[in-house]
């Protein structure tokens, strides 16, 4: 017998119901990159997590990559992680905190998502830039970023 590493549809039909109900709300709202979902999430993860702000992004590869990046980390530079850890993840004790959303993760997403936490607003600010694919005001790119 074949055992699935992950059943989703079997996770799904549990919260179909609540699942649609929302998914339709961001339907008629038309807001499907960012908007108020996205930034009620943020506020509610940077209180949970104790910090003072996280930033929404497309997944947790993403959110290390951008962290990186508003860090200046470069070719060359040492960063320190756990070795206790997917191989692509780190703790967040220290500027940063990066989490994935993938659908195999305690806390998922449809798809693929992730979150930068921080809590100073320099980095902050750094992060929102790049995540926009480095533009700040719209379309005037001093950065190269992501999306």
Do not use: W
């Amino acid at each position: 017998m074949k055992v699935p590493l992950l059943d989703l549809k079997a996770q799904y039909t549990g919260i179909r119901d609540e699942i649609l109900k929302v998914t339709e709300e961001v339907y008629e709202s038309q807001q499907f990159i960012l908007g108020s979902r996205v930034e009620d999430l943020e506020k509610k993860i940077a209180a949970y997590c104790t910090t003072s702000y996280s930033l929404g992004v497309s997944s947790g590869s993403d959110a290390l990559l951008i962290a990186l990046m508003a860090a200046g980390i470069g070719y060359g530079d040492a960063v320190i992680t756990s070795p206790y850890t997917f191989f692509a993840s780190a703790g967040s004790i220290g500027e940063f905190g990066c989490f994935s959303f993938f659908p195999s993760k305690n806390l998922r997403a449809f798809g693929d998502g992730g979150i930068v936490t921080t809590g100073s607003e320099t980095f902050y600010e750094k992060l929102k830039v790049l995540r926009a694919h480095g533009s700040k005001p719209k379309y005037y790119h001093k950065l190269i970023g992501g999306k």
